[in-house]
């Protein structure tokens, strides 16, 4: 493995030699694991260990299980999410109720966060601070909080309580924004924590079961919520929502069929893409109405991210093997490559 | 007398000698004691393995521990005493049919057997009865049967036995057995308690097993009584408490707690005459768990399943044929935390024939339909026969198609991103078995081959909404062999008996070609009882493959070999009790292995136990 770290940093120093060959100064590489893609695999669901997979931004080059193979360590079960701030990326594994902190650019390991979380799902760095979604005890619906990560010292210094089954977490300046996707339940809400004085100033209700949420560059906060599953008994329409950040206020809501149920919420360019059965749809942030154009079709993905034109999605398989990446650009709507990662692909990162 | 005895207890090994069939000829009334006679007449051609009292004493305390070394059946247990699953022939964990007393005992929720929630102690015999068995014994006997028996001893007078245990861990158990046999009556009763702390190290790591306490309490109840010459009433009864912290695994930590009740019932009216045996059995199966996530909290999940059941069984016997119809009704009510109240009626027809052609050549054909409410049940069939080529050996050969069906959960499951799916079709499978054995007077060999395909697996995978899913969405295929080696041999006050089996298990999917999932290619086991005097040694050990962990076979266990050793020593008799010492070291080269990935199986151990017989 050493001698393929050699020759990616090599590549790493090549590339930059490359672009920067106008400028004097050559860049020192961070790490072995700048320039490229991090995707975090949750791994096997009941035993066993999740991982972090490296992919070169040319693709070409693909290096799995890259915690364990610099510190010698497992993540734990079930890695659910990686946050970053600008050198560490945060590395949540939700079963094992544990955050792992590594450079992000060499991947070696700083801290583990072991104490004070339960259930923790996604991590933001905001205002100096951490914070992360916890859903709690699963058999207590009003215990679920956002757990605020100490930067420094890597503890959990504080909580603020909030609604049943946070979930997806996004910041805009010193805001944070929370979807509420109701853990193993649902839920309907978008809370709102002002990072200063740390506490929840106001719960906005959107669709059923809020997935993924988007920040367009007018300051509207897109909110995407799947609806509820037929086997509710009380199956409901997934619904698109825009939230004004500046009022804090839903202004509009797109609905969706009641069988309908999208998720996968992605915003390149003006436009969104989510995805619905076995199609990727996408939206112009200024349409005023669902337009259920199609992207892509004839795919179904674990997870996806689409950024500068091309779409990044995952296929976990049987869920108990080594799962893909595939590469698309949305252009000619074909497959550029696929990868094999690890067990159950679920976060894409732009490292 | 005595020494006789002790013989007797290093023979249990010996019992593992696999017979195609019995050929004796049994007494119309020992047969009608019986409490599965399809074993006796209908099996002829499959490999079947008996275990007696001895060799259950030997081998710990569950249903796992005295399988796992004596079988070569794979177990995966989620640490030492936690669920356990078993892989028969490389099938899977809903592919193994457990039948108490002639019942299908697989729970009706997960359609599988948890083999550390069965104490073997209390059961007359536990007969591992190879292959596919559905016609005889219903859904999930495909990889193979495990039979869970108790007899009837007229005659034999008054009898009981205890046993105390103690050992690492904090592990205590004590056993109570009684038994009265009368002319016209009899009775049996036995209670087991089991507990331990099971704290053990994780071998290389400074950590413990620290959620894996146990506390099971079993109890039998048998009564025969014979009315007239040409009448007997059976009763069985069978309860099993258990109460078990679920252990984490090497990355996570657990806090979870899950009892479990079982109460099965049977009530056996049998008529016989010369020519015929008819049994009408009634019965009720009731099972029921609850699940705390999280031990320090009150909420749980649950699931229960009520079944009852009646069957008619009418074996008619002319000259060299034996003819039996069996009619089956059952009626199962299901409910829990995820599945609001289901139902299921159950019917099934079994005709079964065996021709003796001579006392070295017999064959077998037999059917059996199913009509259930709420899914269409394949027809099922098995082919057999036997025949005694030279005086020592034997060639069998079976044939048969048997069947999985969907569980409870498989169709009525909501809730928590999962979901049941009522298109589940049954799985259905095709297998071919041949076997030989070649047995002398010190010996017994025996080599079995077989081939089985298996069409429309049901496995739980998201929908394109993901929520999960029962489906039918793998077709797979097993071969494989197994070779047996038996010996023993007597000198002065010498005794040796040596048991061992080699087997090698192909299970792929058929798509991909990939092992599957926790098959081993390789294992070995063997046994060794040395006795001398009244002293008796055994060993025992197991070599376990290595097996895969994910379906595209990129991850693996590293294979292990286990080794156990114990001592026994028979004191001299006060007052007409017998005492037999026991000391067994489990685990002695303390090995780090796990059968299941991250979850760490036991370092070495020790059980001090007291036998005595009076």
Not at chain 1, 14 to 20: E, F, P
Not at chain 1, 299 to 322: C, H, I, P, Q, W
Not at chain 2, 36 to 41: F, I, M, P, S
Request: glycine fraction near 8%; proline fraction near 2%; charged fraction near 20%.
């Amino acid at each position: 493995m050493k001698i393929r770290n050699v020759f990616l940093s090599l590549l790493i120093i090549g590339l930059s030699w490359s672009c920067t060959n106008d400028d004097d100064e050559v860049q020192e590489p961070l790490g072995d694991y700048e320039n490229g893609i991090l995707v975090s695999n949750e791994g096997p669901f009941s035993n066993g260990s999740g991982t972090v997979s490296f992919i070169s931004d040319d693709l070409s080059l693909v290096e799995n299980s890259i915690f364990k193979k610099t510190n010698d360590e497992d993540l734990g079960n079930i890695v659910q999410s990686i946050g970053f701030t600008d050198d560490e990326a945060f590395i949540i594994a939700n079963v094992s109720n544990k955050i792992n902190v590594v450079n992000r650019y060499t991947f070696e390991k700083i801290a583990s966060i072991t104490e004070g979380l339960n259930n923790p799902r996604y991590f933001i760095a905001v205002n100096g601070k951490g914070y992360v979604t916890n859903w709690g005890d699963t058999a207590d619906d009003s215990d679920d909080f956002v757990a605020i990560i100490n930067l420094q010292n890597y503890t959990v210094e504080g909580t603020i309580s909030v609604v049943l089954g946070p979930e997806a977490i996004l910041a805009k300046d010193n805001t944070v924004y929370v979807a509420h996707q109701g853990a193993w339940g649902q839920n309907n809400k978008v809370s709102v924590i002002n990072t200063t004085s740390n506490e929840v100033v106001k719960t906005l209700t959107v669709g059923d079961v809020p997935n993924s949420m988007q920040l367009d560059g007018s300051g509207n906060l897109w909110v995407l919520a799947s609806g509820k599953p037929s086997y509710t008994d009380d199956e409901t329409a997934g619904v698109l929502s825009r939230i004004n950040t500046a009022t804090n206020v839903v202004d509009s809501n797109f609905q969706f069929e009641t069988t309908q149920h999208p998720g996968g919420l992605n915003l390149d360019g003006g436009d969104l893409y989510y995805k619905l059965g076995d199609k990727v749809y996408e939206q112009n942030l200024s349409a005023t109405s669902l337009s259920l154009d199609v992207a892509l079709e004839g795919v179904s993905f674990y997870t996806m991210v689409v950024k500068e034109g091309r779409l990044y999605g995952t296929d976990a398989g049987d869920y108990a093997s080594n799962g893909t990446l595939t590469v698309y650009d949305l252009n000619t709507k074909l497959a550029i490559e696929t990868l094999t990662l690890g067990v159950i692909p679920g976060g894409i990162y732009f490292n | 007398m005595e020494k006789k005895q002790i013989f007797l207890f290093l023979l249990g090994l010996l019992t593992l000698a696999q017979v195609f069939g019995q050929r004796d000829s049994i007494i119309v009334l020992d047969e009608v004691v019986l409490s599965d006679a399809k074993l006796l007449h209908f099996s002829k051609g499959a490999k079947i393995g008996v275990f007696k009292d001895s060799i259950q004493q030997k081998s710990g305390a569950s249903l796992t521990d005295l399988l796992r070394y004596n079988s070569n059946i794979y177990f995966k247990e989620n640490g030492y005493g936690m669920v356990s699953s078993a892989s028969f022939r490389g099938t899977n964990a809903q592919q193994t049919a457990v039948v108490w007393n002639g019942i299908n005992i697989n729970s009706q929720l997960t359609g599988q057997t948890d083999f550390n929630t069965l104490i073997p102690g209390n059961y007359d015999n536990v007969v591992v009865r190879s292959g596919g068995g559905s016609v005889q014994y219903g859904s999930g006997a495909v990889g193979g049967t495990i039979l869970l028996n108790d007899d009837f001893k007229f005659n034999e007078g008054w009898k009981n036995n205890l046993l105390t245990s103690y050992g690492s861990f904090n592990t205590s158990k004590l056993a109570f057995n009684t038994s009265l046999g009368k002319e016209k009556i009899s009775f049996h009763f036995g209670i087991n308690h089991l507990a331990s702390e099971n704290d053990y190290k994780y071998l290389g790591t400074n950590r413990k097993n620290e959620n894996g306490a146990y506390d099971h309490i079993n109890l039998n109840a048998n009564f025969g009584f014979i009315l007239s010459e040409t009448q007997i009433l059976k009763v069985y009864h069978n309860t099993f408490f258990g109460d078990r912290d679920f252990s984490g695994t090497l990355t996570a930590p657990a806090d979870e707690n899950y009892k479990d009740v079982n109460h099965r019932s049977l009530l056996e009216l049998g008529s016989f005459n010369e020519r015929k045996v008819a049994r009408l059995k009634v019965g009720h199966l009731y099972e029921r768990y609850r699940y705390f996530p999280n031990k320090q909290r009150e909420e749980f999940s649950f699931g229960q399943a009520n079944t009852f059941l009646a069957n008619y069984d009418y074996k008619y016997q002319l000259n060299k044929i034996a003819l039996n119809g069996i009619i089956d009704f059952s009626s199962i009510r299901a409910k829990g935390t995820s599945i609001e109240n289901a139902d299921r009626n159950f019917m099934a027809g079994t005709f079964m024939f065996l021709h003796a052609v001579s006392d070295r050549f017999d064959y077998g054909v037999n059917f059996r339909k199913e009509v259930v409410s709420d899914f269409d049940s394949p027809f099922l069939f098995s082919l057999n026969s036997s025949y005694e080529v030279a005086k020592n050996y034997t060639l069998a050969i079976n044939a048969s198609k048997n069947h999985r069906i969907p569980t409870f959960n498989d169709l009525y499951w909501t809730g928590a991103g999962a979901s049941g799916n009522l298109e589940v079709m049954p799985e259905s499978s095709w297998q071919l078995e041949m076997g030989q054995s070649l047995k002398g007077k010190r010996y017994a060999l025996s080599a079995n081959v077989y081939a089985i395909a298996t069409d429309n697996l049901i496995q739980w995978r998201p929908n394109n909404q993901g929520t999960w899913m029962a489906m039918n969405v793998q077709d797979v295929s097993q071969y494989g062999f197994e070779f047996g080696f038996d010996w023993k041999k007597k000198w002065g006050n010498h005794n040796v008996a040596w048991e061992s089996e080699y087997s090698f298990t192909k299970s792929t999917d058929n798509t991909t070609n990939n092992q599957l999932l926790y098959v081993p290619e390789h294992l070995i086991r063997s046994n060794m009882a040395y006795q001398y005097k009244k002293l008796v040694v055994f060993y025992q050990l197991l070599y376990n493959g290595s097996v895969y962990t994910t379906t595209d076979n990129s991850e693996s266990l590293a294979g292990y070999i286990v080794a156990n050793m114990g001592l026994d020593y028979h004191l001299p008799k006060i007052a007409k009790i017998n005492f037999v010492f026991g000391l067994k070291v489990n685990n002695i080269f303390n090995k780090n292995y796990q059968n299941v990935a991250y979850r760490p199986m036991p370092n070495r151990n020790f059980q001090l136990q007291l036998f005595t017989k009076f």
